[in-house]
């Protein structure tokens, strides 16, 4: 590390380093993030492996720090648990998700599924179901086009909250998802007992496809025949090849996410491939 001048307990609060001062930075400016308009969603389209066509898309959130710039989630979500604010950004992405599905339907523009990232700290609300279904009214947005991405770790941490929470969402006809699939708990206690329509392979089996040790392919064709068994849709994030995209396939996985097809991309962007209509 470089030598620090005598001076600089002035600047930066006695052992602070760099890293801290940015944390703690970001969770004081998280609070103004939504008023200032500094948040903003990307969509990532998913495609129907048979035909090619865009069946949903992920809504993945932006921070554009005026200092610090881009700020990835996987920093600030984080941050945002700890002091509480993930509640209202979770809002924000709810009404934001609502508000572009009931702006293509007025634009004429078929709307397709989108799935929201949700974490643990927002499943500890008591009332997310009611708020979500508050949004969705609001924006004249049908409970089918939306979809709820949650971890493993969201029903083994407050399982009686989260358990009554998910059924409520379901009931109302919004599908869930388990992301990043194979690398928690993977229970099936759980996972016969909830109302869960999809599994998610996670990248980092995706990722492995290529390697030569076969346990990583045999977990991708074990997840695809569970969810098989349990009458549940499966769809593999992160795929970058087409020789992944090829082993996906002969897996009968039915979706597929990732760079290979797009990026993250804006909603005006999205749009075109809605109004394309698919990738072949
Ligand atoms: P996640 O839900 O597992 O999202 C997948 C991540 O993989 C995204 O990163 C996406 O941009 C990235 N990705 C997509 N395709 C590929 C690919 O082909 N290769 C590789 N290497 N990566 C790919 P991102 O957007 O940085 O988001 C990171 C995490 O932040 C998400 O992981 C999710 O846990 C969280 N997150 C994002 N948006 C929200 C949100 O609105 N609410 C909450 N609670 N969490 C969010
Ligand atoms: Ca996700
Ligand atoms: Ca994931
Ligand atoms: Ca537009």
């Known amino acids: 590390a470089k030598e620090r001048g005598k001076n600089n307990y002035n600047v930066f609060h006695s052992g602070m380093n760099m890293q ?28 129907n492996i048979e035909t090619g ?30 002091t509480g604010q993930i509640v209202e950004i979770g809002d924000w992405v709810v009404k934001t998700v609502c508000e572009q599905i009931n702006t293509w339907k007025q634009e004429g523009i078929p709307p397709i599924r989108i799935a929201i990232n ?15 279904q508050r949004i969705l009214e609001s924006n004249d947005v049908h409970p089918e086009l939306i979809e709820i991405e949650i971890t493993e770790s969201v029903v083994v941490e ?17 599908c869930i998802s388990i992301d990043d699939f194979g690398t928690g708990y993977s229970s099936l206690h759980y996972l016969s007992r909830l109302p869960v329509n999809t599994l998610k ?4 089996f995706i990722q492995k496809i290529s390697s030569d040790k076969k346990q990583h392919k045999l977990i991708i064709t074990s997840i695809v025949s569970l ?17 992944q995209l ?25 749009e075109e491939i809605l109004v394309q209509g698919d990738y072949k």
């Open 53 to 82: 066509k865009v069946e949903s898309a992920e809504a993945l959130i932006r921070w554009n720090h005026p200092s610090w710039g881009l700020v990835p989630p996987l920093e600030f979500i984080p941050l945002a648990e700890e």
């Open 227 to 243: 969810a098989k068994a349990l009458n549940m849709h499966v769809i593999a994030e992160g795929v970058e090849t087409e020789n």
């Open 201 to 204: 392979i996670d990248k980092s």
């Open 118 to 132: 949700f974490s643990s700290q927002q499943f500890l609300q008591k009332d997310l179901a009611d708020m979500i």
């Open 246 to 270: 090829d082993f996906l396939r002969n897996q009968e996985c039915e979706e597929v996410q990732g760079y290979l097809f797009s990026k993250p991309i804006v909603p005006n962007m999205l």
């Open 20 to 47: 801290t001062y940015r944390s703690f930075s970001l969770q004081n400016d998280l609070r103004r993030a939504i008023e200032r308009e500094e948040f903003e969603l990307h969509y990532q389209p998913r495609v």
């Open 158 to 174: 407050n399982e009686e909250n989260s358990t009554k929470t998910l059924q409520q969402l379901s009931d109302m006809g919004i």
